[in-house]
């Protein structure tokens, strides 16, 4: 299709998209410990996930709405405009440069394809900017004084209230009975602590299940025998025979749970 926007090459997941419905919802007010309480990870993995959604492009600013008639008695008005599709996005870049121009916003098909929202203190200030679009070729075909403007997050990213709880992990089902599980270690989890050598000759991790990536205060580290396994750590395992609820309880539920003490201090 020839107005198919460009892909990201980004795929999101749960984490990704209750982000990005928090940051719609109050960006201001909501910092990442707050979005990771509710999500079940740490707050590093949601800062790391925040910069990678920002440079992809998918996260693309943030914006202060501002009542300007209470502040200074200014007059905001919707211009809808028709421009040349050929001509739609050089156009809109001027059109953006324009005094008193806010937002400009370019719909893919059909007339009234520009629509410009600019303030002014006043009807002559207004004016001007109505003749600056015609002058650069925006045919203005309504104008309208705007009154209010609500705006709310996107509710498919927002938590379901018809399903329980959000776990901490991620499951990926790949051919046959392998599974991807991208799992947040718990505080006092029966594997924290352990190397993943240790893991594996304690029978905490399965002989088929491959630590592929740990991610730890915002870095991705390359899992190696010697690496300790942290509390706050998302760890991505495989598993070529899927993975049962015990392997997955070590990464979560307290070691005097499976009859061994937890340590004293996280290393």
Known sequence: MANQRPDSGYRLDEIDRRIIYALMADARNTSAPMIAEEVSVSPATIRNRIDQLESHGIIRGYHTSVDFESAEGGLTTLFQCNVPVENRESIAQKVSAIPGVINVRKLMTGRRNLHVVAVGADTKSLERIGRALSELGAEIEDEDLVQDELSRPYAPYGPDETTAEPTPMDVISLTGDANVVEVTVGSESEIR???????GNNGVLPDDLL???????????TPRGETTIRSDDVVTVLSRDGIDDRTLDSFQKPATEFGREPDPIDP
């Open 193 to 199: 602590g352990y190397t993943l050598e240790e893991a």
């Open 211 to 221: 630590v592929v990536a740990i991610e730890r205060d915002g870095t991705v580290l």
